[in-house]
């Protein structure tokens, strides 16, 4: 009878809060992310080697987050990935969490995006080479629409630790 009582009141309480408050909804800022939709081949450098892979990305939730995902090699094996990134409001920032088959922990970064540059910087932690808390920055060059220049940094390095082109398919 009290987890009846319980499940009551909570669906009174969020009922009364989802009233008082109006849902997100996407912004010119997801208009940024938005233009990444599709699909796209990517050439992976990395330690003197590359690789080829693919990646897709959907807006999802509602049009607030963008969804990737990521299939390819790296280093002799198979590699794949998934990432979500928005705009947060409150924070005025974008953000973006990342996931994939080499790491157990994620990278949760966060940044801005220059419209002049047509670049995005994110910034964040995640787990380094050795296992232990690291700093990583990311930089997302679009000279174009069909075009991403992705690099990215480990630790206070000033060079990329690898970098990915994508090319949209038509």
């Known amino acids: 009878m009290k987890r009846f009582a319980v499940a009551g009141f909570l669906a009174v309480v969020l009922a009364g ?3 008082a408050q109006e849902a997100p909804k996407p912004g010119p800022e997801h208009e940024v992310l938005k233009k990444l939709v ?29 969804a990737s995902t990521f299939e390819g090699d790296f280093l002799g094996q198979k590699f794949s990935g998934r990432g979500f990134d928005s705009y947060d409001a409150g924070k005025k920032k974008y953000v973006a969490v990342w996931m994939d088959s080499m790491i157990t922990s994620p990278l949760v970064m966060e940044g801005t995006h220059d419209k002049a540059a047509k670049t995005m910087t994110l910034t964040g932690m995640g787990t380094g080479e050795d296992g232990k808390p690291a700093k990583f920055k990311s930089v997302s060059e679009m000279p174009d629409d069909d075009t ?16 990915i082109v994508y090319k949209r398919k038509k």
Do not use: H, V
């Not at 050439?43 to 999802?60: L, R, V």
């Open 17 to 19: 809060s989802s009233m």
């Open 38 to 66: 599709g699909n796209w081949t990517t050439t992976m450098k990395f330690g003197g080697m590359e690789s080829k892979g693919m990646a897709t990305y959907k807006m999802d939730l509602g049009g607030l987050w963008l």
């Open 148 to 163: 991403i220049n992705f690099a990215m940094y480990m630790g206070d390095s000033k060079e990329p630790g690898f970098t």
